[in-house]
């Protein structure tokens, strides 16, 4: 039964919120004005992470149906390698741009590295908490005392729990917290935890397949987190000297996104040209799945809009600071943050 974990496995296991806000960042360089084969001859690489897999459905819709193409730019798709840093083919100049979370970004920035977001890709965190439909459980207050698992003291699952626990008032101390990897379903289902965090379009997928009835429980009690779940990344320079290049790359993957909501069926089938795994009426109906639950963070409101929330970035950057060891220094979210090139 759960050879379909592997069909669903989110590539983006170690995972933004809309909002109209702009920021202050340096306004890009102007492009020489040239004529139309030129605009036409205008290209870019896109790095995914390491495994094809249906979330990165925008990214292969928009090129195989040539929407990429329709916004004037042609665009490669680049799975990085296994062993591959996420930023390091980017910041060498293999790849123009790449689809990380916000907290990887603003820990690269910190870091030093050259690096600015400019559009989400997620416009909600993905992360939850889940327990089991009969649970006595239904808050994160009601997680005192009790075993909470998540893959490890790391990522996004782990900030998110963090964030958790503090709209609650509490505190890591006031749960016992189990490192299980990426074994959510069967920790849970075996009682071995009585609570998972997890990623609603991976995990919660996984137990709807496994026919494990969940529920779950949201990680602040009213509005978002403090955290940014996936966005586009570019370097500060590449987008200073590529304005043309990366709005046309951004609307390209907003177009796709659309595709995936409107059309489900086709951005699956699109995704079999990629992803080698989808060969099975089993592989494809969890595809499907996925893709039916990621679409609710590509347009949770009904319709794609990549803007970033800055507010939500520079809440993201304090929280993240308080962390021992996360940041290695402060970051201005105003200049490593952009919606200057959406159109």
Known sequence: ???RRTAVCLALATSLALGGCTSSITPPEQETAGD?????AMSATLGL????????????VAREDGVFASHDVDVTIRHHGADEGLFTSLLAGHEDMVIATGDEMLQARSQGMDLVSVGSYYARYPVVILVKEDSGISTVADLAGKKVGLPGEYGSNYFGLLAALSDAGMSREDIELISIGFTQ???LSGDEVDAVVGFTNNDTVQFALSSIPVREIPLVSSGEPPLVGADIVTTASFARSNPSVVAAVLAGLRDGMSICVKDPDHAVEITRQYDTNLGTDDSLEAARATLEATNKLFAPEGSVDLSQNLDTWEQMEEFLANIDGVLGAAVDVREAVTNDYLE
């Open 36 to 40: 139309n084969a030129t605009r036409a």
């Open 49 to 60: 992470t390491y495994i094809p897999n249906v979330q990165f459905a925008p990214a292969y």
């Open 1 to 3: 039964m759960m050879t």
């Open 185 to 187: 379903v069967s920790a």
